[in-house]
């Protein structure tokens, strides 16, 4: 039998915010930017996947929230500085910091998320016979 679809790579899934094993179901509630952008759904809705592998397991999301930000800030400070040459005004760098965190708030929340569950949990892997599978069902 000859498969009639392409299988979506890793990236580009984990950018979607798809399911790790079938990358067919969402992993969260709304789009990035809206107001459910933060819900996430507890089971993936196509292969029923529990994202949230053990209680408090997103913890551990915090810790890719922390390096995802302190690289924002650095960025956001650094291109502060080529495009203005302040050395004299630190609220210049306060102000930039605060919107930076702000404005990145969901997309870190999103993505921590995201990178922990398809580059830090080995037992999330992409499983090419479930993808099969639904696939087939026509889901
Ligand atoms: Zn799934």
Redesign the pocket.
């Known amino acids: 039998m000859e498969t009639q679809y392409t299988i979506p790579s890793e990236l580009k899934s984990a950018i979607d915010g798809k399911?790790p094993?079938?990358?067919?179901?969402n992993m969260f509630a709304g789009p990035l930017f809206s107001f459910k952008s933060k819900k996430m759904l507890d089971r993936?809705p196509?292969?029923?996947?529990k994202f949230e592998k053990e209680p408090g397991y997103f913890y551990v999301a915090m810790y890719v929230s922390y390096a995802l930000s302190v690289g924002e800030l650095i960025a956001a400070c650094v291109g502060t500085y080529l495009l203005t040459g302040n050395l004299e005004n630190p609220w210049l760098y306060v102000i930039v910091a605060l919107a930076v965190t702000l404005i990145m708030a969901p997309f870190n929340n999103r993505y921590s998320r995201i990178i922990l569950l398809y580059w830090m949990t080995p037992m999330f892997r992409f499983n090419p016979k479930?993808y099969a599978q639904i696939k087939e069902e026509g889901k």
């Open positions: 399911c094993r079938c990358r067919t179901g993936c196509a292969c029923d996947l479930i």
